[in-house]
């Protein structure tokens, strides 16, 4: 080591022995993974020691202080205020979402379609959408599909960062065909499951119905059926069993518990907007709030058109001054006051 | 291959040991990388939140690790945009801010204060190597990965780094006129 990188390292090691840290870090950094709907608050087992401890005093503090995620993103494109319906627990019979029911879609146009990403709640992964701006060829419900699945697949697509897909880097679409009663899915690249830490049997089976709600929704079928290089998949990475006909599993099992729909994560949006909202939540009561960094500029109790285990949701319109926001949903427990099921985007009013 | 071989524990576990071990080395080396310690501990509160939602995905310290220094990298440089646009022209008034204390030592603190200010001074993909290089000591290959660029790229913006780093001390060595 030459002298010079000697005093270039003795001057950073001198800087950085000046910083010491707050001495409450973690437990802040505990209180805002709790309202993700961690386990912090879990009675019993093995964290019983640490969660009795945090929730005392995470319970105090829960109402204010914190700061949303603000991840570093590009800006995504925020749907047209005339949002697609939610796609609750009823299953996809409402046939395909999206704004372009409105018109015929012409060849080589884009349509707005709803794909489904892996979020965290409470610790394990659960469905979460989004919605996407996709060119989907000659606008059929085969091509629409594709192009929904496509997108799911690659899980940094997401918008929202806190997001990701379930599905082996590789993984790809060879063909969608859509039957009378069901939509063939065909994937290749999928493997054997054979990298180690990469899946485990929860995320595998959310990857399936990831694939599933995504399938449905974009092809207005209630079943799907899964090939693998062209032939009936019977398994899936040797874990996880997959029925001749797949449908979709009760919303309460396998959706985030809250969603923010409406803005997306890293939208930009008009002064007055429409902000969406669903949750699966008891007494169809959930919280909305909107901070711009540390202050909170909006708050308040919306109750939604269906409690659980039924999802419900709701529309709301709100007015804020140009600048960039992040918007909280969540639900508060019964148990004990604690923020729980949170989903939040970062977005700018423009 | 639900047996093969992952680190037992859950989000909650993982979250309290790498904060034991990193939190205050990952607080200090975002200050070197932000040049000031306002927002610091912000942001690595912030990665420490993703990477508990990210748990289920990583499941292995050592991913998580690095997982938590590519955070901080990224989540500093959005920060300093953000800084670099809103005040421009207010931090080109001011002297460099938090210049070291008195107890590192009276000559050592002005010492360190020039190679400070010069390192701020570089451009931020240089300062972002040579911070990972000389106070995180990381490998070429762990400073690619928390940079997001490739290892050749490392090599380029160390070299060109130390190069400007040496260029702009010996100029305020020199006696002014």
């Given at each position: 080591m030459t002298s010079f990188e000697h005093d270039l390292r003795r001057a950073l090691d001198a800087e950085a022995a000046t910083v010491d840290v707050r001495p409450d870090a973690l437990l802040e950094i505990r209180r805002r993974s709790a309202a993700?709907?961690?386990?912090?608050?879990?009675?019993?087992?093995?964290?019983i020691a640490i969660a009795s401890g945090a929730t005392a005093l995470a319970t105090v503090v829960a109402l204010f202080a914190g700061i949303g995620?603000?991840?570093?993103?590009s800006p995504a494109p925020n749907p047209p205020v005339a949002a697609p319906s939610a796609d609750p627990s009823a299953g996809p019979s409402t046939a395909a979402p999206g704004p372009s029911a409105t018109a015929a879609p012409r060849p080589g146009a884009t349509a707005l379609l709803r794909v489904y990403y892996l979020g965290s709640d409470r610790g394990r992964p659960r469905l979460y959408p989004e919605f996407h701006s996709l060119p989907v060829g000659d606008g059929s419900a085969a091509a629409r599909t594709s192009a929904a699945l496509t997108e799911m697949l690659d899980g940094r697509r997401a918008y929202d960062p806190d997001y990701a897909g379930g599905w082996p880097a590789g993984t790809r679409v060879r063909d969608v065909r859509v039957e009378a009663d069901a939509v063939v899915v065909d994937l290749a690249g999928v493997g054997d499951g054979a990298d180690p830490g990469q899946l485990d049997p929860d995320t595998a089976r959310q990857a399936v119905q990831q694939l599933v709600w995504t399938a449905t929704a974009a092809s207005g079928k209630g079943v799907v059926r899964l090939r693998l290089d062209g032939r009936p998949a019977s398994t899936l990475w040797g874990i996880v069993p997959v029925a001749p006909d797949l449908r979709r599993a009760p919303a309460a099992d396998v959706l985030g518990l809250v969603w923010v729909i409406d803005p997306q994560h890293g939208a930009t949006v008009g002064r007055t907007f429409q902000v969406y909202v669903a949750g699966i939540v008891f007494e169809a009561t959930m919280q909305v709030r909107v901070r711009r960094g540390t202050t909170v500029v909006y708050e308040r109790t919306v109750t939604l058109d269906a409690g659980a285990p039924q999802q419900g949701e709701a529309r709301l319109s709100l007015a804020l001054e140009p600048g960039s926001y992040t918007i909280e949903g969540y639900a508060i427990s019964a148990a004990d006051g604690s923020e729980q099921h949170l989903d939040d985007h970062a977005f700018t009013v423009r | 291959m639900g047996e093969a071989p992952v680190v037992a524990w859950d989000a909650d576990e993982a979250v309290t040991r790498l904060f034991g071990a990193h939190y205050r080395p990952l607080v200090r080396l975002a200050v070197l990388l932000l040049g000031d310690r306002g927002i610091a501990e912000e942001i690595v509160q912030d990665a420490y939140v993703g990477l508990h939602a990210r748990w289920w995905r990583l499941r292995d310290a050592d991913r998580a690790l690095a997982y938590l220094r590519a955070s901080v990298v990224n989540r500093s440089r959005s920060a300093l945009r953000h800084r670099r646009v809103v005040q421009r022209h207010a931090d080109s008034q001011r002297p460099p801010p938090d210049a070291p204390s008195a107890e590192a030592g009276a000559l050592g603190a002005l010492e360190h204060a020039a190679v400070l200010a010069a390192l701020r001074a570089l451009p931020r993909r240089q300062r972002e190597a040579l911070v990972l290089r000389y106070?995180?000591?990381?490998?070429e290959a762990e400073i690619a990965e928390a940079m997001g660029v490739s290892r050749g790229a490392v090599k380029s913006h160390t070299a060109r780094g130390m190069a400007a780093l040496r260029a702009s001390l010996t100029e305020t060595m020199e006696p002014s006129p």
């Open positions: 993700r709907g961690a386990r912090w608050f879990r009675q019993g087992g093995a964290m995620s603000c991840a570093p993103r | 106070y995180v000591d990381l490998s």
